[in-house]
């Protein structure tokens, strides 16, 4: 079993850019896929970027080009950097690890994008 701890949220202002950290603990990292999800406030939880275990990244289509995934193995950590971030990028971030049909995640972090 693995343990998600998020970081890196906070204030910022549209059009700035922030990095959201997902430390794991508790299991070998590198045998998980690695996922990012928002949720805002009166919305269901939605996927926002996956990284496999081979490092491919993929996108939902509102944050491709302005959003990054990367993972480090060796840091048993998952970043998300965010650029251009606009108002509705506004949400809970929540890292999810998955292996076969095993789900964990985060307690989350809040990203409020307002001036």
């Known amino acids: 079993q693995v343990q998600l701890v998020e970081s890196g949220g906070g204030l910022v202002q549209p059009g700035g850019s922030l990095r959201l950290s997902c430390a794991a603990s508790g299991s070998i990292f590198s045998i998980y896929t690695m996922a990012w999800y928002r949720q805002a406030p009166g919305k269901q939880r939605e996927l926002v970027a996956i990284?496999?275990?081979?490092?491919?990244?993929s996108y939902v289509d509102s944050v491709k080009g302005r959003f990054t995934i990367s993972r480090d193995n060796a840091k048993n950590t998952v970043y998300l950097q965010m650029n251009s971030l606009k108002p509705e990028d506004t949400a809970v971030y929540y890292c999810k690890a998955r292996r076969v049909n095993n789900d964990y995640w985060g307690q989350g972090t809040q990203v409020t994008v307002s001036s």
């Open positions: 990284i496999t275990t081979g490092g491919t990244p």
